[in-house]
Nanobody, 118 residues
Framework: QVQLVESGGGLVHPGGSLRLSCAASGSIFNIHAMGWYRQAPGKEREVVACIFNDDSKKYADSVKGRFTISRDNAKNTVVLQMNSLKPEDTAVYYC????????????WGQGTQVTVSS
């Protein structure tokens, strides 16, 4: 099994920054990608950023230029650095993992709340 634990959420003013971390443990092999998703109240879950096993990255248009995804393989950690935060970034943020050949994100963390408000 795979365990994903997010941390780093909280309350921040518009224009501020937060750094989310996702620590992976357990059967973490054959990883194709790790990603961050978010879900705001009354909305569907949406992808925020992904990092693939070749180190390529993809971002949602709404966060390009503001968010950066990175990983520390030695620590089995994926980080989402969020700058210039906006109220519309308010959501529960989830870390997810996709294994090679599975075609979908099959492992999820419990989520961490990010609230951007003045």
């Amino acid at each position: 099994q795979v365990q994903l634990v997010e941390s780093g959420g909280g309350l921040v003013h518009p224009g501020g920054s937060l750094r989310l971390s996702c620590a992976a443990s357990g059967s973490i092999f054959n990883i194709h990608a790790m990603g961050w998703y978010r879900q705001a109240p009354g909305k569907e879950r949406e992808v925020v950023a992904c990092i693939f096993n070749d180190d390529s990255k993809k971002y949602a248009d709404s966060v390009k230029g503001r968010f950066t995804i990175s990983r520390d393989n030695a620590k089995n950690t994926v980080v989402l650095q969020m700058n210039s935060l906006k109220p519309e970034d308010t959501a529960v943020y989830y870390c997810a993992l996709q294994r090679v050949g599975e075609g979908r994100y099959g492992y999820w963390g419990q989520g961490t709340q990010v609230t951007v408000s003045s």
